[in-house]
Nanobody, 114 residues
């Protein structure tokens, strides 16, 4: 059973920044990839970003150039630095581990509003 601890969500004004963290009980050196997804009310879960075991990074079109995913393998932690936040970024953000089965964190709320 893989466990996650997500943190860093909250309320921020448009144009602001937040950094999400996800600590997992798994050894992330042994997984294919880790990433972040988000789900806004009434919408389907959306891909945000992924970082592979080899360090490759991938982003959803709506966040390219604003969000950055990174990881600290020694801490089994993945981060999502979110800059230039927009109201449409408001969602619950979920940490994902792909090994190749999918495992999900409990989610952390991000609200972008003035």
């Amino acid at each position: 059973q893989v466990q996650f601890v997500e943190s860093g969500g909250g309320l921020v004004q448009p144009g602001g920044s937040l950094r999400l963290s996800c600590v997992t009980s798994a050894n992330i050196n042994g997984v294919y990839a880790m990433g972040w997804y988000r789900q806004a009310p009434g919408k389907q879960r959306e891909f945000v970003a992924r970082i592979t075991n080899g360090g490759g990074t991938y982003y959803g079109d709506s966040v390219k150039g604003r969000f950055t995913i990174s990881r600290d393998a020694a801490k089994n932690t993945v981060y999502l630095q979110m800059n230039s936040l927009k109201p449409e970024d408001t969602a619950v953000y979920y940490c994902n581990l792909y090994s190749p089965s999918n495992y999900w964190g409990q989610g952390t709320q991000v609200t972008v509003s003035s």
